[in-house]
């Protein structure tokens, strides 16, 4: 039995479909981690990027961290429990600590949320209506913005862009590929000093493209 499905049994729980799939086709393995994980597995992962390698505060969780954090959010004396309502399933976080999670409570017609768990606010942001949202999300985020933490500038930008598009498309709508495509062929010599695209115009393809009722809404999670 895999690690998500003893997960899934301790918890009683279904993770979305688009995420086992992720798990079974190898995406949610980025290596061991540790001090050397950069040494040890970077230049490997890089040409076949696992789940949004070159995003920006994106690191997969390890399932044993996964266990750990959903046992937080349900104790009651821990400073991160959730409402009794809620039920938190993380499965990234970021550099900062903030968790990315399938709030499964807010599943609708078969979509699961993405949502953003900050580690010291009592407030969580919706990414997302499900996961395949999400991937395409971040990888629009990711050239965005290019500053001091980007893991794209080494100086391969478009190799780098093209070689995570190549692993992501199967988990891609055709029209988010095509979408994504475009952008990652600009000319880096037109680009704005921060990235392919701009904030506003981010803002305005994540509205026509996964836009829907909650997206961006923040909600008290706390109990």
């Not at 190898?26 to 040890?40: C, I, Q, R, S, V």
């Not at 900062?96 to 999670?101: F, R, S």
Request: charged share 30%; with cysteine; net charge negative.
């Amino acid at each position: 039995m895999s690690q998500i499905k003893q997960i899934e049994q301790q918890f009683n729980f279904k993770y979305p479909e688009l995420y086992e799939k992720l798990h079974d086709d190898g995406m949610l393995d980025w290596g061991e981690f540790g001090k050397n994980w950069y040494a040890t597995y970077w230049e490997k992962l890089k040409n076949n990027p696992p789940l949004l390698l070159f995003a920006n505060y994106f690191e997969i969780l390890e399932c044993k961290r996964i266990v750990e954090e959903i046992e937080a959010f349900k104790d009651p004396e821990d400073y991160r429990a959730t409402k009794p309502e809620f039920q938190f399933i993380p499965f990234a976080i970021t550099g900062g600590g903030n968790l990315y999670v399938f709030p499964l409570d807010k599943q609708q017609n078969g979509n699961v949320p993405v949502t953003l768990v900050p580690h010291d606010w009592e407030e969580a942001t919706v990414l997302a209506k499900n996961l395949q949202d999400f991937i395409f999300r971040k990888m629009l985020e990711c050239v965005a913005a290019f500053d001091e933490y980007s893991k794209l500038k080494d100086g391969v930008l478009k190799t780098n862009l093209f070689n995570m598009l190549r692993t992501h498309k199967p988990y891609l709508s055709q029209r988010q590929v095509e979408k994504l495509e475009e952008i990652y062929n600009r000319n880096e010599s037109e680009l704005s000093t921060t990235g392919l695209i701009s904030r506003d115009e981010l803002k305005e393809i994540l509205q026509q493209e996964i836009g829907f009722e909650e997206l961006d809404k923040e909600f008290v999670y706390m109990g």
